[in-house]
């Protein structure tokens, strides 16, 4: 992202809970639990749809996290990334 442009993010499982988490530039893992710092957004709650925007204040490559944090089989899903630039 570069600086003042807008990341909307959202996904949708059908029978599966799941997290969203939009991690900073300069991330090497995002299961370090002392760089939980560098986690700019966490969506809301947990459940079947979730959402995150973010508006970026710098520039870099960002890592955004999926985790199903119920486990189940294979569920059909829909994925929504989309970078809007300032303005």
Same mark, same amino acid.
């Given at each position: &992202?570069?600086?003042?442009?807008?990341? #909307?993010?959202? #996904? =949708?499982?059908? $029978?599966?809970?799941?997290? #969203?988490? %939009?991690?900073?530039? *300069? =991330?090497?893992? !995002?299961?370090? &639990? *002392?760089?939980?710092?560098?986690?700019?957004? /966490?969506?809301?709650? /947990? $459940?079947? !749809?979730?959402? /995150?925007? +973010?508006?970026?204040?710098?520039?870099?490559?960002? +890592? /955004?996290?999926?985790? !199903?944090?119920? @486990?189940? $089989?294979?569920?059909? +899903?829909? %994925?929504?990334? !989309?970078?809007? @630039?300032? $303005?």
């Amino acid at each position: &992202l570069r600086r003042g442009e807008r990341l #909307f993010a959202s #996904f =949708t499982a059908s $029978g599966a809970e799941t997290a #969203f988490a %939009l991690w900073a530039p *300069g =991330t090497r893992s !995002v299961d370090d &639990l *002392g760089r939980q710092d560098l986690r700019l957004r /966490l969506s809301r709650g /947990l $459940g079947a !749809v979730e959402r /995150l925007a +973010y508006t970026e204040v710098s520039e870099g490559w960002h +890592y /955004l996290q999926l985790r !199903v944090t119920v @486990p189940v $089989g294979p569920v059909p +899903y829909r %994925l929504s990334v !989309v970078r809007k @630039p300032r $303005g």
